[in-house]
């Protein structure tokens, strides 16, 4: 019945109870105002069914059709999408800058450096290949060459290293994070199953949770009719479906040179997908990028620089004659270490024998010539004659090319991470600008549920006097 | 964005702190280029300019050492060319003395007395011979380690030439072939002996008189003389050419210098303006946010 004081005290307190929520979910947005990935909630009002009676049609107050995030799918989905490269170019620039400071132009040490005191050690030994101090010297700065070349072969291959450790740090925080998505959907299910609203909290954890999964590793997310989120990894790997996880794992390293593998295995079965070469974004697809792509590239560059130009030495320093005791003796290598066990610039190393006995290098061209210099002048003009890439490079050429292939491949992705963050950011303003919580206006609605709250108990209260004068009109 | 888009808190705090940060690091920036006062500090700051100043270091590097070996070279021309100029005075002495004796008829003591003096002139020719310049023998070729003319004349270096580096790509030679001067110089063999047997014979001809043999060492000290005068003047334009490359090496060398410093030098007074620049956007950033993190409509409800 309607109109009967009942409804009308129904109808007050009903709207006491929706004011109460009001207050309740505003509330709840101002204590996560700063609660990274929440999205602000909404109470939504409608007016009840209404109800016909005699001639009349009544309105029967208001309930809570739902209570909804704020929340916009599509730059969710954008965000998704950037976060993923915004992560990858900020992890590759990091690590090119890393590999380019070994290469610094205010170094005073590098291999180019050491070149050139090398040479003219060699031009000094010219002038005097008599001299036994003078020979030392040139030992002293070939031994300078080889550890240049030696420390700037393990920088290279701790980076390489230290990728390696940071894709298995990144491997155990993305399983957690697969694991906890997977464990979210059931509870999602769970939650949501004959629910009128959403599930608002569980969901904003669990978008956040895709984009860190998305920020380490590619990923493709669906989003299915009953609120379950299937994603699909690189090569489109099953990584969460339904309350189902699987888990990324990374090869044991058996030895200095192995690059270990990353693979999925899909919902723990003991199948293993290898997914090295499928993972281009994100973090990991980064680090591989370094240690695969970059590291490795610089790495054979630098060894090969190093075995090319200790060979062609050898080739023209076996030609010459020694001194005093050795003057009657060629044949010598100057440049040990090449072939092995380790890689050229690893091992390259002066020969021990030259070393112990610098009467040994070979600077005559013939037997018994202390003044000879021939050889010495040959092995100068190594530095500067274009020998290698088809004879157009000269030796300090092709350091220079690899260095500035380095430095411009650092420049271009700089670029890219700035260019990509400027994109993230504006997305995360745009997403900001709809999910995000502003204190005036929550403090708005407090006044306004509050309002009502103090109107509504005004209805309970007036239909309350009615009641006493009904009572009353019968003594 | 629509176009009165909402505050949220997140986003003032976010926005703030991300505003801040820019202008920090534009000011860490330019701290680091102002007291480094370098404006080249990574290879991906200018890679081309990077390679070019790597080039110009090393050339000035190179440039010491051409400097050495010049310095060298030169010393080594200038001892080789005194000994040469004293060999040669020494001989025109024992020609005179040998057209003297051969013209006029002296007694024999005197004659013995002049046999003396050309027994020391070509004493002196074997110490001249075995002139050293930083104790390597100049004479010798690549015999640079013990005396190349033997007491009794014969000459015991080689034939090798000694090059030298001073500049990219420029080898010059800067030793004499002693055996043009000691020894008898290709294609003449049997035309005439080495030089200390010339004297040797003149000694004999002028202690036991026999007149032919004093004139065919008098012709054959004349072929001697020739050979040393055209090692001299070979010598001499060496030298010039040593002086030339000097000259330009350090002419060279300023260029280098100031090439690299406008490549990876920072302008000073640029510094110090973006310096100054930095700092008040740093402090009007600051002021600035303070205010925007101001209240909201909380604070103004009782």
Redesign the interface.
């Known amino acids: 019945m309607v109109a009967t004081l009942n409804h009308i005290l129904n109808m007050g307190s009903e709207s006491l109870q929706n004011s109460r929520v009001g207050v309740d979910v505003t509330g709840h947005n101002i204590s996560n105002a700063q609660t990274p990935g929440y999205s602000r909630q909404q109470v939504n009002l409608e007016t009840k069914w209404p109800i016909q009676y005699g001639m009349q049609i009544f309105g029967d107050g208001s309930r809570i059709q739902n209570i909804r995030r704020s929340h916009d799918k599509f730059i969710e989905g954008q965000l998704r999408r950037e976060v993923q490269v915004q992560s990858r170019t900020e992890t590759l620039s990091e690590g090119l800058k890393k590999l380019e400071s070994f290469f610094n132009p205010d170094l005073t040490s590098t291999i180019r450096d050491r070149f050139t005191s090398f040479t003219n050690s060699i031009r000094e030994l010219s002038n005097y290949p008599e001299e036994p101090s003078v020979r030392i010297n040139m030992i002293e700065s070939g031994k300078g060459l080889c550890q240049s070349f030696n420390s700037t072969h393990a920088n290279i291959v701790q980076v390489q290293t230290d990728a390696n450790e940071e894709i298995r740090q990144n491997i155990n925080l993305v399983n957690q994070k697969i694991a906890e998505v997977a464990k979210l959907n059931g509870q999602i299910r769970e939650m949501g199953a004959g629910n009128l609203s959403d599930v608002n909290d569980l969901e904003d954890r669990r978008d956040k949770l895709i984009k860190e999964i998305g920020n380490i590793v590619d990923i493709n997310v669906y989003k299915d009719n009953n609120d379950q989120i299937t994603i699909r990894g690189p090569a489109e790997c099953l990584l969460v479906e339904g309350n189902l996880a699987s888990r990324f794992m990374m090869e044991d390293t058996y030895t200095v040179n192995h690059m270990p593998n990353v693979v999925v295995s899909e919902f723990n079965k003991e199948r293993y997908f290898d997914m090295t070469h499928n993972i281009k974004t994100g973090k990991m697809g980064a680090l591989l990028q370094i240690r695969d792509k970059y590291a490795q590239g610089l790495r054979d560059e630098v060894n090969t620089l190093a075995k090319g130009f200790a060979e062609s030495f050898n080739e023209i320093h076996v030609k010459g004659y020694g001194i005093n005791d050795m003057r009657d003796i060629n044949g010598r290598d100057f440049f040990e270490g090449l072939d092995g066990p380790g890689e050229p610039a690893q091992d390259i190393e002066v020969s021990l024998g030259i070393v112990y006995n610098p009467n040994a290098i070979g600077a005559a061209m013939s037997t018994t010539s202390p003044g000879d210099n021939v050889v010495s002048n040959k092995l100068v003009k190594l530095f500067y004659e274009p020998l290698y890439d088809d004879n157009t490079t000269t030796i300090t050429g092709v350091y220079d090319k690899m260095i500035s292939k380095l430095g411009i491949a650092a420049l271009k992705t700089k670029e890219d991470a700035t260019a990509s963050q400027i994109i993230y950011d504006r997305l995360k303003a745009q997403r900001e600008s709809v999910a995000g919580v502003s204190l005036d206006d929550e403090a708005a609605n407090l006044l306004k549920y509050q309002h009502l709250f103090t109107a509504s108990s005004k209805v309970i209260t007036t239909a309350d006097e009615m009641y006493k004068t009904v009572l009353d009109l019968k003594r | 964005?629509?176009i009165n888009?909402?505050?949220?808190?997140?986003?003032r705090?976010?926005?703030t702190l991300?505003r801040i940060g820019t202008v920090k690091n534009i000011a860490d920036d330019v701290n680091d280029t102002a007291i480094?006062g370098?404006k080249?500090?990574?290879?991906?700051?200018d890679?081309?300019a990077?390679?070019r100043?790597?080039?110009n270091?090393?050339r000035i590097?190179?440039l010491?050492?051409?400097r050495?070996?010049l310095d060298?070279g030169r010393g080594f021309l200038a001892k080789t060319e005194d000994a040469l100029t004293s060999i040669y005075d020494s001989l025109i002495r024992a020609k005179e003395l040998s057209i003297q004796q051969s013209n006029n008829i002296y007694d024999e003591p005197s004659r013995k007395a002049v046999a003396e003096e050309i027994r020391q002139i070509l004493n002196h020719v074997i110490i001249l011979g075995n002139t050293t310049y930083?104790?390597?023998y100049v004479f010798?070729?690549?015999?640079?380690?013990q005396p190349p003319v033997s007491p009794d004349g014969h000459y015991l270096g080689?034939d090798?030439y000694?090059?030298?580096?001073v500049d990219?790509?420029s080898?010059r030679p800067i030793n004499v072939n002693g055996r043009t001067v000691f020894d008898v110089p290709g294609g003449l063999e049997g035309k005439r002996p080495p030089l200390v047997n010339i004297l040797e014979n003149m000694y004999d001809s002028l202690f036991a008189w026999d007149r032919d043999k004093l004139h065919q060492s008098m012709v054959d000290l004349d072929a001697a003389m020739n050979s040393v005068v055209t090692a001299t003047a070979s010598l001499g334009a060496r030298r010039v050419a040593l002086e030339d490359v000097s000259e330009r090496l350090d002419r060279g060398e300023s260029q280098l210098h100031s090439d690299n410093n406008n490549l990876?030098g920072a302008d000073m007074v640029k510094s110090a303006l973006d310096l100054k620049r930095a700092e008040n956007a740093l402090n009007f950033t600051l002021q600035a946010s303070s205010k925007m993190l101001t209240p909201?409509?909380?604070e103004f409800?009782k």
């Open positions: 964005m629509a888009p909402r505050i949220s808190e997140q986003y705090y976010g926005t991300d480094s370098r080249l500090k990574r290879i991906s700051d890679p081309v990077t390679i100043v790597l080039r270091r090393t590097t190179n010491d050492q051409y050495k070996s060298f930083s104790d390597k010798g070729g690549f015999q640079t380690t080689d090798g000694i090059f030298v580096q990219e790509d080898f990876e909201s409509l909380l409800l």
